[in-house]
C-alpha cells in the first residue's frame, strides 16, 4: 500500500464515476478505487428503457465506459460486482462482500437508491428497472410475452409502459393514487394520462396490486390483470443502510445528511446523488431528490472539496421531464398540491400557448401551469404538457427560479424569437403578463372552484364562438362571443358575480376587462385557463 | 368630436398594436386611433420570408387582424394607408397625408424602420422586404425568375435567400463586411456559411455592389451576377424623420430617445418599436434594437403608462435567433468582437456538446459561444449555432443574464433531464464548469491566438486518437492520444509551453490538468473548443 491519500467511493454510476474522474482530473497522486455492487459502472440509466423498447437497439450504447477504459483514461481502479458492507469509521476502512478491507482517507458514499418492493403476495415475480442486470432481466422477459403491467405510474414506470407498448404488448398501469405522474397536479397529469389511453396503455388509478404471479396482478377489487411480464416502478428508497448501519445520521426518509460541501457528520465521508438528502429550494428543508442531473452536479463538487476547494451545493428545484408518446410533461419545483399543503397563499397560473408562432406551419399547443406565492410574488414551481417545447420553457423557468426572479419578471425575459422557435410574445412572457395582471387587480377563478361558485349564484359567460360553444361547454354557461360583448352586455345581470371564459383564457381576459371596465356586474372574473382547463381538470385521470 | 381623451399610435404592427390592444383592456371609453402608412395592421412581419418560400403558403396567415376584426374586438379606429406626416405639439395635433389634422392627448410613435438602399445605380431596381406589399412585390417577380442576388448577409437577407432557394432560383449573398450574420463572430458565422453554400448558396464577403439592372447586380470587382430578382437586406433606420420634425430628441443613429416609461422628449408622447432607441443591457448605453419581441412588450408597457401605471422598460440584451436550412444561429447579448472594441477583459468559452444525451437517438451537435467578463464572471453575451436545441440554450442564457447570474452560477442550474430533451450535464452546466476551471487557473488558448503561440515555440499536443488525426489535423501538432499520455508523457519537453487539444476541448481539458499535474512543461493550456473551432475559425466565411 503506497503512501498516496486514497479516496474510495461507493457506487459507480452518475455521483460516483462524475466524483472519480474529476478528482483525478484535480489530483494525478491520489489513489481512487470505486466499488460498483452491480456488473457496469457509469451506465445511462435513464436511458434503459429506451433500450427495452427498442429504440437504443444496442446494449453497448448504454454503457458509457468500462472498468478498463477507466483505467486507461483515468487511472481509476474500478471494482465492479464488490459490494461494500461495513465502513469502519474509526478505522477508516471499508470492508467488501468479498471479505476485502480498503483503507481510506476519504469516502464518498454514492449508492443511489433502491427500488422499493412492496410487501405482497409473489412480489418475487416483479421486475424492476435500476440496473443493466434489470434491463437484461426484462429484456429476456418480453419475447413471447403479449401481457405487462406496471405497478406505479410515476415517470419510470410510463416509461417503461410506452416502451413495452413499443414491443407489441398490452400494457396495464396499477397506481395506488388519484393519478398517475404525482409530481404533476391533476388537470395536468389528466393531459398526460389521457395520451396514454390513446396510444393503448390501460391506467388504473386508486388500485391497489394485492398479488403477482407468473401471469398475472391482482388488485384489491379483484380484478385479474394479464401480465406475462409485471414491473414495479412504486418508487426508490435511498441506499443509505451502509451508513445507517456505521452510525451516519440520516434523515426520516432515509436520505443521508450531509452539509453544503456535501459532508456527512463524519467529516471524512462525504454522500451524493439518490443516497443522500438535499435541501428543498423553496422550504430549505430536506428533500430527496433522485435525479441523475443533481448527482452529476455534486460529484464534481465533491471532487472539488476533496481537492481543497470551497464550494457549496444549492438547494434543489427537482426539476424533471419524461416524455410519452411524443408528448412531454415537465415540472420544476413544487406543484399546488404541495404548496397548499404548506399552507401558502397561492396565485395560480394556467395557460395554452403555442409552443412558435401560430402563423408558421407545426404550431402544437403547450399547457402550462404556474404556481406562484401571492405574497412574495416568488415562483413556487411549475409544469409544463406538449409535443413541443416544454423542456426550453421549463428550463427557463428553472433558471428563473434559480435566479430568483418573481413571476412579474418573467413578462420581461427577452427571449429569442423567429417564427420556427418562439413567439413575439412567448409563452414565458404571456404567463408574466398574466400574473401582472393578478397582481394589479384582476380575478380569476380556478376549474375546480367553478361549480361552488356556480352554485352560489354567478353567472357564467361563455365568450367563444357559437361553433365553439355547439362543439363542447360548461354546463349552465350562457354564450356570448367576444366581438359581441360589447353590443349585448345589456343581457347581462348589472349585479352579481360575473364569470367568464373562453377557450385557453385570452379572450376571457379581453372580455373580464370589458365588463369591469363597463361597470357590469358586481364582480367579474375569468375562468384561468378556460374551457382547456377545466375540461382537462375533468378528465379521467 | 367627443370629450373622451384620445390616443393617437402611429403603426399598427407589432408595437403599435400591442399599445392599442392593451390600452383599450386598461380603458374601455378612451378614443384609440391608429393610423399605418401600409395597407396592413397587425402582420406577421417575421413571417413574411417564409410566405415568399411558400413555406406558409397562404398570405391570409399573415394577416393576424384587418381594421375590421380591431373594430369589432377592441373599438379601435384603424386607418391603413394613412401616413402621418406632422405633429404639432402645441396644438396636440397629428396631421395625415390626407390633410385630416386629428387632436390627440397622447401621441405613440411605433413607425418601425425603413430598410437602408444604398446609394447606388440602380436601385431602384431593388425590393426589400419589410410589409405585405413588399412581399407581394416580391411574390409578383419570382415566377419565371432563375436567379436572384441579396445585398446584405443579415438575418433578413439570409431568410431570403433560403426562401428564394426554396423556390429553385440560383442566390447569391453580396456582403460588403467581412463575414455574413455580423452579430456573430467569424469562426460562428462561418458554420452558418457552410451550411448556406452546400445548400446551394452563393456568398460573396468583402464584396460590394455598385450597379443593380432589371437582371443583375455588378459588384466593385465588375463581377456581373445574374439577378432577375434583387433584394436590399442591407439593413435598417429607425422611421424617425416624424418625430426629428417635430423637434423631438433622437440618438445620432436616429432613435427616438425615451426615458424608462419609453416617453419621449415630450411627455405627451411616446415611442416604441424599431424607431425607438433602446439603453443596452451590458453597457446601459444608448442602443438600436430592432427586434419584435421587444416592440410587443413595450406596446404593453406603454399602454400601461398612459393607462396610469408606473412601469419601467429594461435594458434590452437583443436576443435573436434564425433558422436556415435546418440550422439555428442565436444570439444574446455582446459578441467578441464588440467586448473586445468596448475595452473589455474577455474569457471566451468555446463548446461542442450534443443536444441531448449521445447515447439516445438523434444528437445533433452544438456549437456554443460564450464570452464573459473576466473581471466580474459577467455573462456579456453568447452566440449558438445549431440544428436542435440552440434557442432553448439561447433562452437559458439570456434569462441568466437578465438576472445578473454569473458564468459559473451556469454550472449549477437545475435543468430537465431525460434523454431525449438534454443530457445529465447539459450543454449550459458544462460552459459553467469550463468558466468555472477557467476561473480556477486552468488556461486556454483561442483559434486565433494558436499561430502566434506556435511561432514563439509552444510544442502543440493533439490527443485525439490516431484515425481523428489522420483525418485532418493542425499542422505541426504532435498526436498522443490521451488514454496513452500518462505513459508517454516523456515525449514532451520538460520545460517550454505546452498547447494541447482535442475535438472538442474535453479531452483537452483532461490532458491538460494530467500534464499539469505531473509537471510537464512551463505552462499547460488547452486549445478552447478543440480542432473543431480552430477549423471553423479558419473556413472560408
Chains 1, 2 share one sequence.
Not at 393503448?200 to 379483484?222: C, M
Not at 443516497?275 to 464534481?300: C, F, I, M, W, Y
Not at 364562438?465 to 349552465?476: C, D, M, R, V, Y
Request: charged share 20%; aromatic share 4%; glycine share 10%.
Amino acid at each position: 500500500m503506497s503512501s498516496r491519500p486514497t479516496t474510495v467511493i461507493v457506487g459507480g454510476v452518475a455521483g460516483g464515476m462524475s466524483t472519480a474522474t474529476r478528482l483525478r482530473r484535480n489530483d494525478e497522486h491520489r489513489r481512487i478505487i470505486v466499488l460498483e455492487a452491480s456488473g457496469h459502472v457509469s451506465f445511462a440509466n435513464c436511458g434503459l428503457p429506451y433500450h427495452v423498447g427498442g429504440v437504443i437497439p444496442e446494449r453497448e450504447a448504454l454503457l458509457l465506459h468500462t472498468p478498463d477504459s477507466l483505467k486507461e483514461r483515468f487511472d481509476l481502479d474500478v471494482r465492479v460486482n464488490t459490494r461494500a458492507t461495513a465502513i469502519d469509521r474509526h478505522a477508516r476502512t471499508v470492508t467488501t462482500d468479498s471479505g476485502e478491507v480498503i483503507p481510506y482517507d476519504t469516502l464518498v458514499l454514492s449508492p443511489g437508491a433502491t427500488p422499493f418492493l412492496p410487501p405482497i403476495k409473489g412480489i418475487e415475480h416483479a421486475l424492476s428497472l435500476r440496473t443493466v442486470e434489470d434491463v437484461d432481466r426484462i429484456s429476456a422477459a418480453v419475447p413471447g410475452a403479449t401481457s405487462a403491467v406496471i405497478i406505479g405510474g410515476g415517470f419510470i414506470g410510463l416509461e417503461m409502459a410506452e416502451n413495452l407498448r413499443r414491443r407489441g404488448l398490452e400494457v396495464t398501469v396499477v397506481e395506488a393514487g388519484p393519478q398517475i405522474l404525482a409530481p404533476l397536479d391533476a388537470e395536468m397529469a389528466g393531459v398526460v394520462a389521457k395520451r396514454m389511453r390513446d396510444n393503448g396503455v390501460r391506467i388504473l388509478t386508486n388500485s391497489q396490486a394485492t398479488q403477482v404471479t407468473a401471469n398475472s396482478v391482482v388488485t384489491a377489487d379483484a380484478t385479474v390483470l394479464p401480465a406475462d411480464v409485471t414491473i414495479a416502478a412504486i418508487g426508490v428508497r435511498p441506499a443509505s443502510s451502509l451508513a445507517e448501519d456505521a452510525g451516519l445520521e440520516t434523515t426520516g426518509r432515509g436520505g443521508i445528511v450531509v452539509d453544503s460541501a456535501q459532508r456527512t457528520s463524519d467529516p471524512h465521508i462525504f454522500a451524493l446523488g439518490d443516497a443522500a438528502a438535499k435541501k428543498d429550494h423553496v422550504s430549505d428543508e430536506d428533500t430527496l431528490v433522485p435525479l441523475a442531473q443533481t448527482a452529476n452536479r455534486h460529484g464534481r463538487l465533491v471532487a472539488d472539496v476533496i481537492a481543497g476547494r470551497q464550494v457549496s451545493s444549492l438547494p434543489v428545484l427537482g426539476t424533471a421531464i419524461v416524455g410519452l408518446f411524443g408528448l412531454a410533461a415537465a415540472t420544476t419545483g413544487w406543484n399546488e398540491k404541495r404548496a397548499r399543503a404548506a399552507g401558502k397563499t397561492v396565485r395560480i397560473i394556467h395557460l395554452h400557448p403555442a409552443h412558435h408562432a401560430g402563423y408558421y406551419p407545426g404550431a402544437s399547443q403547450l399547457h402550462m401551469k404556474l404556481v406562484i406565492d401571492a405574497d412574495t410574488d416568488a415562483i413556487l414551481g411549475a409544469q409544463i404538457v406538449g409535443e413541443e417545447g416544454a423542456d426550453k420553457r421549463i428550463d427557463i423557468i428553472a433558471t428563473a427560479m434559480r435566479a430568483g426572479l418573481s413571476a412579474t419578471d418573467l413578462a420581461d425575459l427577452e427571449l429569442a424569437y423567429a417564427p420556427q422557435f418562439g413567439s413575439a410574445k412567448d409563452p414565458i412572457n404571456i404567463a408574466g403578463f398574466i400574473n401582472d395582471n393578478l397582481v394589479h387587480g384582476e380575478e380569476t377563478v380556478q376549474w375546480h372552484e367553478l361549480d361552488a361558485r356556480i352554485t352560489t349564484g354567478a353567472t357564467l359567460v361563455d365568450v367563444r364562438s357559437t361553433t365553439e360553444f355547439a362543439s363542447g361547454s360548461i354546463p349552465g354557461a350562457l354564450n356570448i362571443p367576444l366581438d359581441e360583448l360589447r353590443a349585448r352586455h345589456g343581457e347581462l345581470p348589472a349585479e352579481g358575480d360575473i364569470i367568464v371564459h373562453c377557450q385557453v383564457g385570452l379572450r376571457g381576459h379581453t372580455a373580464a376587462c370589458l365588463l369591469k371596465n363597463l361597470g357590469v356586474g358586481t364582480s367579474v372574473a375569468n375562468l384561468d385557463g378556460g374551457y382547456l382547463t377545466w375540461k382537462h381538470g375533468k378528465a379521467t385521470l
